[in-house]
């Protein structure tokens, strides 16, 4: 018989910490993530890893394994059209001392892709972290800012079209989380497939 120590890590090791995101171009992301390290700089804080950069579109948290096929089918049904995504805000969310990136004008694809992504893992039975709550989409640059009433900076556009979202495994580490992507799904007049 197992020890029950043993019994608890096997079940931690069965179970997967996922989320679907939109991922930005890779300038986009330098962009980003210049703007996030000379912000933590000024006002303090952790920022993001140029490479941990993404927009969360739901995210789901802790599931069993054997269920990451059927989130994979939910999301290949949902259906949205590529679109231009760009970013030209800068705000702090003081509740929860977070500096973060976001679009004044929510593209309509980007609205119909979260809601039907939403919908399609609803109805094959997931739960979705604040499905209640009104889609406001952002990039997290910094976390933990010290300064809430720092300058923000100038914010330049940052802008690129958005052809697939993605599912994406989280692993967190002292040194904060690193992301597997799973899956990418393409969307509606990209050229992509599914990758799984």
Same mark, same amino acid.
């Given at each position: ?18 989320? !679907?995101?939109? %991922? ?17 700089? #000024?006002?303090?804080?952790?920022? &993001? ?9 739901? !995210? ?22 590529? !679109? ?15 500096? %973060?990136?976001?679009? #004044? ?9 979260? &809601? ?9 039975? !997931? ?12 990039? &997290? ?18 802008? %690129? ?9 989280? &692993?967190? #580490?002292?040194?904060?989380? #690193? ?18």
């Amino acid at each position: 018989m197992r020890p029950e120590g043993d019994k608890q890590h096997n079940e931690r090791l069965a179970r997967a910490r996922v989320f !679907f995101a939109l %991922w930005p171009a890779p300038e986009a992301a330098r962009q980003l993530s210049a703007v996030a390290d000379s912000f933590a700089n #000024s006002a303090g804080g952790r920022a &993001t890893r140029h490479e941990t950069i993404h927009l969360t579109l739901a !995210f789901i948290g802790d599931v069993p394994l054997e269920r990451l096929p059927d989130l994979q089918r939910a999301a290949r049904d949902v259906s949205a059209e590529t !679109f231009e995504l760009t970013l030209d805000q800068f705000a702090i969310w003081r509740h929860n001392r977070i500096f %973060w990136a976001g679009c #004044s004008v929510l593209p309509p694809a980007l609205a119909v892709l979260s &809601t039907s992504l939403k919908t399609a893992l609803l109805a094959a039975d !997931f739960s979705v972290a604040n499905a209640q709550r009104t889609f406001t989409p952002h990039f &997290t640059l910094v976390r933990k800012v010290a300064v809430l009433d720092a300058i923000l900076p100038v914010c330049k556009p940052v802008a %690129w079209r958005c052809e697939k979202f993605v599912l994406v495994r989280s &692993t967190l #580490s002292a040194d904060g989380s #690193s992301y597997q992507t799973v899956a990418e799904f393409p969307l509606a007049g990209s050229e992509g497939s599914v990758i799984r």
